[in-house]
């Protein structure tokens, strides 16, 4: 996919109302379905999930506030972050006085309109931006409140999307579908993830990603797969992935697995940041929790709440760019190509320099910087090559591009000066 495909897979995805569970986000996973073969699963309401239970399902058809002439001054068909998440039906008439401490706005941020939430408390609730809130202070009122949402048993959804490996071992790729209309948070990352999936083919490891409603997705997520958790090798949460910041990794809680390095790696030469592992965040603190302790990390571009636009309406596609996609998506790609192509070799010929000359290993132009770069990529790889450095190893340590380590280390093999251990 293109970065023109993928922010057109955002402004598809925009307008559905999304929340941690509900018709949005089944509607947000059979868009996803257009493009992977999503396996998706509902799991029912009651159900207990590690520490947590299920929730009820929250689904809502319209919701708005009318003035005496019957206006609608605050509207859901205009935008779904105008009621709060998960707020209970109400049908009544109230005065704005009565009215006031159910109105969020950013005061700070006048012009926003912010989004709110209540999963687990029931209350209800709208949000309008503060400019809106000063022109309803003209109205006498009174005010004609509704909110058409229902709050049932029903059940939990995510999805899976699966690229068989040769290897067992899985590296993961998780998205939370459960915010509304908001691009970059998250649904630039579901449109990266899509894109990555698409590009994968006949991969060494597993590839599974996981689109799952925020922080109850991943624990039911968990609580279902315990018995295969050791087969993951390395993940990411994927979010935040089309705003105009510098790419940031947030470490997993172990900080050193290969999924750290290899990010870290790929992002050096790039304005980046790297952040060391906080339990907080998005859903890596639920796969780096103690007791699971996955190696997880975090690969955004502006972390978490660190833009203006954060969870309010100015989080829009004109916010979200292509280009941005297409830089996230290019590092995730490098990255992959780190963790699939990652190995330990021994140097067979160790004592001395093996003459690569006459195996026609050096280029016989010399002075060119490819050239250059490929004879001191083939001298670190043999040098390095004790059975205890790995490529990445010899990569970091070079200063020298992954690729070109791969590749002189296939030349190497090639050349039978080198052998993979066992």
């Not at 207990?48 to 206006?71: F, H, I, Q």
């Not at 408390?121 to 058409?148: H, K, M, Y």
């Not at 979200?320 to 330990?344: G, I, K, Y």
Request: net charge negative.
């Amino acid at each position: 996919m293109t970065g023109e495909e993928m922010h057109d897979l955002v402004r598809r995805l925009y307008p559905l109302c999304r929340s941690i569970t509900g018709d949005g986000v089944r509607g947000t996973l059979e868009i996803v379905g257009e493009h992977l073969p999503l396996t998706v699963r509902e799991v029912p309401t009651g159900t207990e999930v590690l520490d947590w239970t299920v929730p009820k399902e929250w689904n809502v058809r319209d919701a708005y506030v009318k003035d005496a002439s019957g206006r609608r001054v605050i509207d859901f068909r205009e935008s779904n972050l105008h009621v709060v998440g998960y707020s209970v039906p109400v049908a009544g008439t109230y005065s704005l006085a009565e009215l006031r401490p159910r109105l969020h706005t950013l005061p700070e941020q006048p012009g926003l309109v912010p989004y709110r939430t209540s999963y687990y408390a029931e209350t209800w609730g709208f949000c309008l931006s503060q400019d809106a809130l000063d022109r309803l202070r003209d109205e006498d009122g009174p005010f004609e409140v509704r909110i058409d949402s229902t709050l049932a048993p029903g059940s939990l959804t995510y999805g899976e999307y699966v690229v068989p490996g040769r290897l067992p071992e899985e590296v993961m790729i998780s998205c939370h579908v459960c915010h509304p209309s908001l691009a970059n948070d998250n649904l630039a990352g579901i449109a990266v993830a899509v894109a990555l999936a698409r590009r994968l083919r006949e991969p060494r490891h597993t590839y599974r990603f996981l689109f799952a409603p925020g922080t109850i997705g991943a624990i039911t997520w968990l609580a279902r797969n315990r018995e295969r958790l050791h087969l993951v090798a390395g993940g990411l949460t994927l979010a935040c992935a089309g705003d105009p910041g510098a790419l940031t990794y947030k470490q997993s809680r172990r900080g050193d697995a290969l999924i750290d390095r290899a990010v870290t790696h790929v992002l050096r030469g790039r304005p980046h940041e790297v952040l060391e592992f906080s339990p907080y965040g998005y859903d890596e603190r639920q796969f780096c929790s103690p007791g699971f302790d996955l190696p997880f990390g975090s690969l955004t571009r502006t972390p978490y709440a660190g833009y203006p636009e954060y969870h309010t309406s100015g989080d829009n596609p004109d916010f979200v760019t292509p280009q941005a996609m297409e830089d996230t998506l290019d590092a995730l790609t490098r990255v992959v190509e780190v963790l699939e192509h990652e190995r330990t070799y021994v140097n067979l010929s160790p004592y001395g320099e093996p003459q690569l000359g006459r195996r026609g290993l050096y280029g016989s132009l010399g002075g060119r910087s490819d050239t250059k770069q490929a004879q001191m990529a083939m001298l670190w790889v043999l040098n390095l090559s004790d059975g205890e450095h790995g490529l990445l190893d010899i990569a970091d340590r070079s200063g020298l591009p992954f690729a070109a380590v791969k590749e002189a280390a296939q030349s190497l093999l090639d050349a039978g000066l080198l052998k993979e251990k066992a």
